[in-house]
């Protein structure tokens, strides 16, 4: 009897999945959740879609596509391009040390980095690569992604160079022993005037806060009283890096931040005092291009009335995101919460879930409208804030500058947009560094290049080597732009030939921002005031 009871419910068990399989529609006998939709989408396509699929590759598209149905922000990042983002953080990463660019189907140096690999074995700027271990790349139409693959590799692992240098008759052969690369984030460090110090932060790295407290020492054994931060087209990084550097210059007990979410209960950071220019005068320059932990440090000197904020409204990200790794190397980074600046703002800018091109395009909006050329053409919609002295600041949209400096276009063509976008003036400008490099390396200050580059009437020398390349020649537009011409390949030779403070230097010369900040300072006003109460607010 027993064995008889067994085989009947064996026997219905598969009449009853015979029945369900053929006769209900093909429906799933499933608890209908989410997740189990989606696994058995793919089995079902896996199973039964008229053509092949990859699936791995459906996989990985979908998860792309649902992360961004959350939020502008929230990401999948492919197992092959996840060590490259890391490396971004971390500030270095294992290759060889070298800064390129393709022309002509030849990979063209244009920096060696310091401290790199490359430096070592006696790499100069202007080599061409023409061979990679025993495998020739020139001329064969590889491009700069497929050039820099092929160059990187594990820390330690050897690679083959063949170089082509001016000058040399024979092609010249290197190998070199990939290591650690650094890549400094704070990247000038200099004296806009006796006693104003500048430091350029590019991103917000591991390496970034003691960069900056280097910086700080060699500022101050050059005697400054006061500074500047140029966070411009800086788009952050690590959200403690900022709230460390933040630290530096508030006094004790300031809040800098808190970060809320709905499974991440309120966090705040506050100073702690161990700062050591809590009084110093401070500007702290930021533009549309500025965004994530760069807001979070002008926030917080903002907020706290600690300096003064000049430049082009920031670009509005407020989110924090949580990197979160799969068993293949692959990562997502998930936003977790919100983070808020002293005030209480949150600065994201409004955005529509699953819009992301939309997001994309505000800065084109921004411009379109006119806000980078007017203060009155910025729309502040957000909720109002205020600072510590009871200033009024705005959230939701970026953080607004207590001092608007208009984008410069009065010098700009469609001839030289054309041609600065091309990428002819930067090629014009390596060609012209290659063939003096010589003469230029003999040449210490930005005085003295610009001196010589003043003789080598080099606007002409462009627009008939433009031409050439097939951008038509424009008088009357190349008369106009004649400056912005000259300051740019200027900009680039000096790039290629010196250290990057050279090259900060000369940017500066004339950098409106810049001539503000030193305005601010030199008449002791970095120092925000109260403002005044009205007769109405006084009743």
């Known amino acids: 009897m027993p064995l008889f009871l067994a085989l009947c419910l064996v026997a219905g068990i598969l009449i009853g999945t015979f029945y369900a399989n053929h006769f209900s529609g093909n429906r799933l006998n499933i608890i209908n959740t989410g997740s189990n939709k989606v696994n058995d989408l793919m089995r079902i396509i896996d199973d039964q879609y008229v053509d092949t699929v ?37 500030g270095s990463f294992s290759g060889i040390g070298v800064s390129f660019t393709m022309q002509d189907d030849t990979a063209r140096i244009i920096s060696v980095i310091k401290g790199g690999p490359s430096e070592k074995v006696g790499l100069q700027a202007g080599d061409r690569i023409v061979s990679v271990d025993g495998e020739t790349i020139a001329g064969k139409g590889i491009s700069s992604d497929e050039c820099m693959k092929r160059m990187k590799g594990e820390k330690g692992s050897k690679v083959k160079l063949g170089i082509y240098r001016r000058g040399e008759k024979q092609t010249l052969y290197y190998t070199i022993i990939r290591g650690d690369v650094p890549v400094h ?7 806009l ?17 003691p960069e900056l407290l280097v910086a700080l020492a060699e500022l101050n054994q050059q005697g400054f009283k006061d500074l500047v931060i140029d966070l411009r087209g800086n788009t952050g990084g690590i959200m403690q890096t900022a709230i460390q550097m933040a630290n530096i ?21 506050v100073s702690d005092g161990r700062g050591a220019f809590p009084n110093l005068p401070l500007v702290v320059l930021v533009d549309e291009g500025s965004a994530s932990a760069s807001e979070i440090f002008a926030g917080a000197i903002q907020d706290n009335d600690r300096g003064t904020i000049i430049g082009r409204r ?58 980078f050329f007017s203060e009155d053409s910025i729309k502040q919609n957000g909720p109002q804030f205020k600072t510590l002295l009871g200033r009024i600041v705005y959230g939701s949209g970026g ?13 700009v063509t469609s001839y030289y947009k054309e041609a600065n976008m091309s990428g002819l003036i930067r090629l014009f400008a390596l060609d012209f ?15 003295e290049v610009i001196s010589y580059l003043d003789r080598q009437n080099l606007i002409r020398k462009f627009a008939d080597f433009a031409q050439k390349e097939g951008l038509k020649k424009r008088n009357l537009m190349l008369y106009k732009s004649r400056n912005l011409f000259k300051r740019t390949i200027y900009a680039h030779i000096i790039s290629n030939t010196k250290e990057t403070e050279q090259f900060y230097e000369f940017i500066n010369r004339d950098d409106p921002a810049i001539e503000k900040a030193v305005e601010i300072l030199a008449e002791g006003k970095a120092f925000p005031e109260a403002p005044q109460e009205t007769e109405n607010e006084k009743d």
Do not use: W
Not at 251 to 265: A, D, V, W
Not at 400 to 408: A, L, R, T, W
């Open 54 to 90: 990859d699936m791995a590759e459906l996989v990985e598209q979908a998860m792309q596509q649902i992360l961004s149905e959350l939020d502008p922000h929230s990401a999948y990042i492919r197992a092959k391009d996840a060590e490259a983002s890391i490396e971004n953080l971390r």
């Open 185 to 191: 984030s704070v990247e000038a460090t200099y004296m």
């Open 193 to 209: 005037t006796p006693e104003t110090g500048y430091i350029k932060i590019n991103a917000f790295s591991e390496t970034t806060y």
């Open 249 to 269: 210059f508030l006094p004790k007990n300031r809040l800098i931040l808190y970060t809320e979410g709905r499974k991440s209960p309120r966090q705040e950071y």
């Open 314 to 371: 920031s670009f509005g990200k407020g989110l924090v995101q949580q990197p979160i790794e799969f068993r293949d190397g692959s990562l997502i980074r998930l936003t977790i919460a919100r983070y808020y600046t002293p005030s209480g703002r949150c600065i994201q800018k409004p955005y529509e879930k699953g819009h992301g091109d939309e997001y994309e395009n505000d800065l084109m909006e921004r411009y379109e409208r006119g806000e």
């Open 399 to 411: 953080i607004m500058p207590d001092i608007f400096i208009p984008e410069d276009t009065s010098d």
């Open 433 to 447: 560094t290659d063939e003096h490099r010589d003469e230029l390396n003999e040449l210490e200050t930005n005085d």
